[in-house]
Each structure stands twice: as structure tokens, then as C-alpha cells.
């Protein structure tokens, strides 16, 4: 099965078609008149689509269990055609459009079955995914790649040449995967006067984003969020609070980065751990949702 582990639960949505065409319009006004030999097509056909629904992780392999938390089927038909359409929610960290088609499928191939004794050419004409709602494959922000980037690592190790930095390039790769384009990078010691030197630089220089990685722990030397606390203007908890949650379902000392975020200004600042992992997580945490902070505040002209 895909490692979901990294992924955030989100609200998740999809709908999947199936359709029947039967042979004659009297097979129709069977149905319409309730006397199909083997009982209600339609009521039928709805508690097989729920229970498929329900057990598509048993059934398809690769797919994983997860929590239905809202399904629907609907009718119509059209002629010689029966529609089914088949709506699946849940909250989660994968999509449901595999249990939407299960439930669309098991539904038509019950409609089928009870249909041939009265109409030997009855078929299936086709099942296919409709919409697909929710989760980071459905985000559409073209516009970032026009965002000024700036990775700053700060380790003292690092910056001796006594350690090869992992987390910053790290970092680097997992923001272009986000679509960044435009990304400075440099290495500074934990110190406040080079912290200040770097972020005063970028702000002169028309960064968007600057995202330190390292010194955000409890030791005397972990200063980053210190050095940078005062130069926020305006403070957006909610990010590094969601990172240290997303952290804290994984690695139960994720609640001990002193992490902050917000803006200085213009320029969205992020103080993440320094770990490889710890990046990693973070990143998986908040993007790309954490990028829309630009389009409200070109939307309000901030």
C-alpha cells in the first residue's frame, strides 16, 4: 500500500456515474410500476452501493480503510438509460473516488442482475469518476512560482564545515515539489547578529517567503525564534500550531519546537526545526495551504 503517513486529514469528496441501458421501453414501465420479479431495483441496488462503499478496502488491495462519514445514491433516467450516481465524504488522508465507483459499479451490476430475467439485453454501458473534491491534488495556485524564496539554515555545525547541512537542502527540494521556483539559500550560525543580518537582508531585498530551519529547540544556542519574534508584525499562530500537531501524532517531542510564524512586513517568516524530519513533517503540515496567506493579502492589497 502508499505511504499516507505524511499526509494531513482533510475533507474529502467524490461523486462516480454508472450507467445501465435496458432494451425496450416496457422494461422501463416495469420498473417504474415496482414489478420486477426480484423486488426494487432501486432499493436494492442503493443497499449493495452503501455496502460496497463500506468494504472497498477488503476488496480493492492497494486501497486503505477509511472513515465513511457521508454516502449517497441518486437515480435518474433518460430514455432507455439509468443513471446512478454515487456521492462519498469522509475526513481523512486519502481520497474516496475508488469507493465512490465501487459503490456506482456494485449498484449497476445489481441492477443488471435483476433486470436480465425481463430483458435479456440489458448492459452496462459505463462507470466513470464525475468530481474529485478535497487533499493537495486539488489545490491550483499557478501563481506561485512568481514568489521570492529564501531557505536559511542555521546550525553552528554547519556553518564550520564541521557537518554536511541536510535539512536545509531538504528543504529546498521539498519547496520546489511545491511549485517555488525562485529559492536563496544560505547558512548562518546560531547567532542573533547573523539571524537579524539575514533577515533584515531578505526584507530589503523583496523575499516573500523566508523559512529558517534549525535553532527553534531548548538549548541556549536555540535562538531563532527569539531573534525573529520581534520582527513580526503581524503573528499567524495557527501555522506553527498545526505543525507542532502534525509532528506530535508522529514524534511525541514535536511539542517542544518553540517554532513561530507570521509576517515582518511583507515577508512571510517560518521558523522551522532543524532535523530532517522534523522539515519534512512541517512542509507536509502546512503547504501548499500555508501559501494562500499571499493571495489574501493581494486580495486585500496588504
Not at 478535497?134 to 506561485?144: F, Y
Not at 547567532?191 to 523559512?211: H, N, P, S
Not at 506530535?248 to 515582518?264: D, P, Y
Request: with cysteine.
Amino acid at each position: 500500500m502508499v505511504d499516507i503517513t505524511y499526509k494531513s486529514t482533510t475533507l474529502r469528496k467524490a461523486i462516480a456515474l454508472a450507467t445501465i441501458k435496458v432494451s425496450s421501453e416496457h422494461t422501463i414501465k416495469l420498473i417504474e410500476q415496482r414489478q420486477i420479479p426480484k423486488g426494487d431495483i432501486f432499493e436494492f441496488a442503493r443497499a449493495s452501493a452503501l455496502l460496497a462503499i463500506k468494504k472497498t478496502g477488503d476488496m480493492i488491495p492497494d486501497c486503505h480503510p477509511l472513515p465513511v462519514e457521508y454516502a449517497a445514491i441518486r437515480y435518474t433516467h433518460s430514455g432507455l438509460e439509468i443513471n446512478i450516481e454515487v456521492e462519498v465524504h469522509t475526513i481523512y488522508k486519502t481520497g474516496v473516488e475508488v469507493e465512490a465507483m465501487h459503490g456506482a459499479s456494485v449498484a449497476a451490476l445489481v441492477i443488471y442482475d435483476m433486470l436480465k430475467p425481463v430483458d435479456k439485453q440489458v448492459e452496462i454501458r459505463g462507470i466513470r469518476l464525475l468530481e474529485k473534491r478535497g487533499g493537495k491534488s486539488n489545490e491550483s495556485l499557478p501563481w506561485i512560482e512568481q514568489l521570492k524564496t529564501a531557505v536559511v539554515v542555521c546550525s553552528d555545525s554547519v556553518a564550520k564545515s564541521n557537518k554536511e547541512d541536510i535539512s536545509g537542502k531538504l528543504l529546498f527540494e521539498l519547496l520546489e515539489q511545491q511549485g517555488l521556483r525562485d529559492i536563496a539559500y544560505s547558512v548562518i550560525a546560531d547567532e542573533r547578529e547573523a539571524i537579524v543580518e539575514r533577515l533584515e537582508y531578505y526584507q530589503r531585498t523583496g523575499i516573500d517567503l523566508l523559512i529558517f530551519t534549525g535553532g527553534t529547540g531548548l538549548s541556549e544556542r536555540d535562538i531563532t525564534p527569539d531573534t525573529v519574534a520581534p520582527y513580526i508584525t503581524k503573528n499567524i499562530p495557527g501555522i506553527m500550531e498545526t505543525a507542532r500537531q502534525y509532528g506530535q501524532q508522529r514524534v511525541k517531542t514535536a511539542m517542544l519546537s518553540r517554532g513561530v510564524a507570521g509576517f515582518a512586513k511583507h515577508m512571510l517568516i517560518l521558523t522551522l526545526p532543524g532535523s530532517p524530519n522534523a522539515v519534512r513533517e512541517s512542509i507536509a503540515a502546512i503547504f501548499p495551504q500555508v501559501l494562500h496567506v499571499f493571495q489574501v493579502r493581494e486580495n486585500t492589497g496588504h
